[in-house]
């Protein structure tokens, strides 16, 4: 019992729990007929959502300085630009195939399930989109794509870039001011090249310090997810969620654990190693929650900072398997619901559009949607079809975090074995302590 109270895993799952069981509560009180209601508003407004804002804003607070740190370090570690090009064109191939893959598994399953068949879109309750669509009428005037990927990854003010919370202009600056770093003279390299050792080592003990409230932020944020929308609104799109979430098992299970068999070690350790991390991405529905953490440990596990400090930050915006999984499933249940036939060249075209719209607008606030909205777009599926799934787009954020999670930290050890870095003995031992 001691193990269990004192165990970080263990403490966010009773958190998780509780605040399911905390947040039924509330949802009673959701009516604004309810004689409690006023006390329902001041709870959530006043309590829950600035104690869950507190851990995704401490989370935000860390994540650009490690990258800043850890990624200038990795790159002046690597050893000369030509290396340096052979591990970014061996990343971004990795990333192009298993999103294939987690495009082609969607459409698969969409097709085969049909979640959205049978379904009267009249019974379905519809969401307020216009943020969205208007978002998307701004980008429509926009190069779109790899043009859009190039130009927002280089940043115009490194210091905005890094104020707005921007990963990829980061990534991209780090990437140039390792190179320039490492060509310095040993003299004044090794000084700076120390510091930020310093810096990356005192990041990492302040995100231990953090992960201490883990526990109260990812209570209050599920408590405040479920008194907003509670049960009910599942009920009529619970075809859809099972759907996506049994292709997430199935592509994680499966073709994960295909990449990890190939790597000589399983899937389930992996899950195990990251836990606390995938138990906090589901409840935050934040990747960046994780990101951290996951570096660290990768990098305990056997692959080199220099791999970790790269992949890892980049997969963020180039490696989002759940969401690309989710994406192709959704546009197959909008079809459905629509009774429109999608032929097989429009979803090729699906295919084509979700490989470049998820990296074409990657770091845009409601990315997902956008993505989606440009893919229905594409062919010819209306744009208010967004507004059914909505009251379940927060569950299904959940699950498809979970799995970009597992896909970046399984990223950092493929490459590690690619290019022939991985600790073996290393990786043995961690498991032996870890897993213990």
Known sequence: MKKILTNLAWQILIALILGVIVGSYFYQLSDPNHPLHAYYQFSIVNIFQPAGDIFIRLIKMIVLPIILSTLTLGIAGIGGSKRLGTLGFKTILYFEIITTIAILLGLFWGNVFAPGAGIDSSTLATADISKYTKATEELSGKPHGLIVMILDMIPAN???????????????????????LMSLPTKQREPFVFFLKVVSDTMFKVTNMIMRYAPIGVFALITVTVAKYGFESLIPLFKLI???????????????????????????????????????????????????????KME?????????????????SFNLDGSTLYQSITVIFLAQLFHMDLTITKQVIIVITLMIASKGIAGVPGASILVLSATLGS???????????MGVERILDMGRTVVNVIGNALAAIVIARWEH????????????????
């Open 158 to 180: 490194i210091f905005k870039a890094m104020t707005d919370g921007a990963v990829l202009p980061v990534i991209f600056f780090c990437v140039f001011f390792g190179l320039g």
């Open 242 to 296: 099972l759907t996506v979430y049994s292709a997430m098992i199935v592509f994680t299970i499966l073709v994960f654990g295909i990449v990890c068999k190939m790597c000589k070690f399983n899937i389930f350790t992996l899950l195990r190693i990251l836990k606390e991390e995938l138990i906090i991405a589901f409840s935050t529905a934040s990747s960046e929650t994780a990101l951290p953490k996951i570096i660290e």
């Open 300 to 316: 305990a596990y056997g692959a080199p900072k220099a791999i970790t400090s790269f992949v890892i930050p980049t997969g963020y």
């Open 379 to 389: 062919v010819g599926i209306p744009l208010e079809g967004i507004g059914y799934i």
């Open 421 to 436: 870095l991985f600790d073996d003995k290393k990786a043995r031992a961690y498991e032996q302590q870890y897993l213990k």
